[in-house]
């Protein structure tokens, strides 16, 4: 049996449910299959930048996410044990934005908000454990072909355009032929999750927190109930090794002291890519999110390109569907998202890793200094707080014609 949608969505993560909520929200009839049994509530994402909750908010979905969340008012990049740190402030740029701070808080939250927004909207059905197996685009629709986990046939349906949401493992890219461009890096991220208040231990700390170690660096990002820390120890030791429970332990250790042992609540371990299509659309699929692209995460800025990205494309579907705009207007969506992530995205939050990487004490000196040199001058603050908040490149985007 066929059945006939607007827009087809590969993929029910956050990416995939906003663009699904949207393009409903827009009188477009939506279908969203997802191949996990259920709502994945793991720990992926959690930073939500000062546009993003501003569009967000214009859903009616922010201030919810700000309930359950912590609000960060600034970041830092700290020197361990001195303490010596550059702060910046988004007060800087509260002119600019109705939510002048980062919000913390897990992507699953914002799934479990889009979903529940779906499964009571007339316009929309979302199907879990089911994937998107083929599809065929035929110049007038999509037909897709779907099936279970276990390999069954599913339903057969059509839309008039396919959306790949399915992640940067994505199933529709691979199906298309397009390359995933760029790199992988060689070190293996540990990631480790603790109740453990390190705020009370290091005066000044801001909620995210970048910090140079004695003999590495930590990324510090806070969440409600807990702390969720990026560590990168010893390269030369083995991925089993690194992630022992007694060598994280001695990575806590070396940070502060404590008698007894921390209470470490999770390890796990990732891979960064750093990854673009050449292309975001061909013909009538459109990639989004991380099936588009990758980047590494310091700075916080992959969800958000995602949810960036739905709310971009949702605007070409409109007007398509609404106004009759021609099959070429989502060429407009393309040539406005992949350039500002290429150099946005990928390029700033590499100059962040690369920055967070410097061993040599004299280099992490210099690179501390010019960053308290930009933080102590009000202009340069502001203007790199509106850099690193991802509002320049969402200007710089809504600029191309």
Known sequence: MVSDYGVVVAGGGPTGLLTALLCAEAGIDVCVFEAAPALARDLRATSFHPPTLDMLDDIGIAAGLIARGVICPSWQVRMH??????VFELATIAGETRHPFRLQCEQWKLAEALLE?????????????????AFADDGDGVTVTTADNGGNSGPTVRGRFLVG???????????LGLPFEGESYPETTVVVT??????????????VTSCWTRDSHIAFLRLPEMWRLALYPDESLPIEEQTRPETVEAVLQDVIRIDGRYPVTGIWTYRVNQRIVPNYRVGRVVLVGDAAHVNSPAGGMGLNAGIHDAFELARAFAAIFGKGAA????????RRRRPV??????GLSARNRARMRVSDPAERRKELEALQAIAADPERHRAFVMRASMIDGLREAEAVT
Do not use: N
């Open 194 to 207: 603790t109740p453990f208040r390190f705020e009370d231990h290091l005066e000044g700390m801001s909620m």
């Open 81 to 86: 044990p001195s303490g010596d740190r550059a």
């Open 327 to 334: 099959l070429e207007r989502l060429d407009l969506y393309d």
């Open 341 to 346: 992530v290429a150099k946005h995205i990928l």
């Open 117 to 133: 927004r779906l499964s009571v909207h007339p316009r929309a059905r979302v199907a879990f454990g089911t994937r998107v197996a």
């Open 165 to 175: 949401a399915d992640g940067w493992r994505s199933d529709v890219r691979s199906q």
